[in-house]
């Protein structure tokens, strides 16, 4: 079975300062994908993260995949508050969407 | 082309009634998967189907708990004799091949009292 940790669960942010989000799975993934999640909201599809060294941008945000270390992380740049949300990681086999326990970001002034 | 859209956003149930949670996938698309979140969780797999056929159900409860893909219409979840820890928000996914990636609706969020 295909196990997915993350962490930090919880990461208060100070606006303009730089932060890290890990994420391990414990076995062979055919994809990873980060996801925002917003209170009450539903997910919102970040990135897809396909092969070994894969480095994908969008904004503030940065994400790469270590398929040997079985490590995916989620680099924020310079933290502004509209990033304050929930994000998952997950990694999947064929279909099956495994995910991490999400890490609850706030960030402050 | 609308997004995956599921149905109600919101249900309240008293336990022991049944629930019944729709899902209309994204147009093309004919794989569709169930999730549930529970409170301050990340989302775990319950089911995967195809249209009118159940591919992988072992995520689902063996008991209370089934779902359908029928030829017309949404695909269904279902809880019968709904208890307090059914409680969650159960997201619906779908995508045109089991490769590709799926998109997710609004999510139903169930509340039993």
Redesign the interface.
């Known amino acids: 079975e295909l196990k ?1 940790e ?1 962490n930090p669960l919880f990461l208060s942010m100070q606006e303009g300062k730089n932060y890290t989000i890990y994420c391990n799975y414990s076995t062979t993934s055919d ?1 990873l ?1 980060w996801y925002r999640q917003d209170p ?4 919102e ?1 970040l990135f ?1 993260l396909l092969s070994n060294g894969a480095v994908k941008q969008e904004g503030r945000l940065m994400a790469s995949l270590d398929t040997k270390a079985r490590l995916s992380t989620l680099h924020i740049t310079a933290a502004v508050h509209d990033l304050s949300a929930t994000y ?1 990681c ?1 990694a999947t086999n ?9 890490t609850t970001v706030t960030v402050r002034a | 082309n609308a997004g995956v859209m599921q149905n109600p956003r919101h249900l309240v149930r008293r336990r022991g009634q049944e629930a019944r949670l729709r899902c209309s996938p994204m147009k093309g698309h004919s794989h569709v998967y169930w999730y549930r979140q529970l409170p301050e969780e990340g989302l775990k797999f319950m089911v995967y189907l195809q249209k009118e056929n159940i591919i992988d159900e072992s995520g689902m409860p063996k008991e209370r708990f089934s779902a359908e893909f029928p030829k017309e219409g949404p695909s269904i979840l279902r809880i019968q004799q709904v208890v307090r820890g059914d409680s969650a928000a159960y997201f619906c996914a779908s995508s045109p091949d089991r490769s590709l990636e799926a998109f997710f609706g609004q999510g139903t969020r169930l509340t039993v009292v």
């Open positions: 997915v993350q994809r994908y009450g909201k539903s997910l599809s897809v998952f997950a064929d279909y099956k969407l495994s995910f991490g326990a999400g």
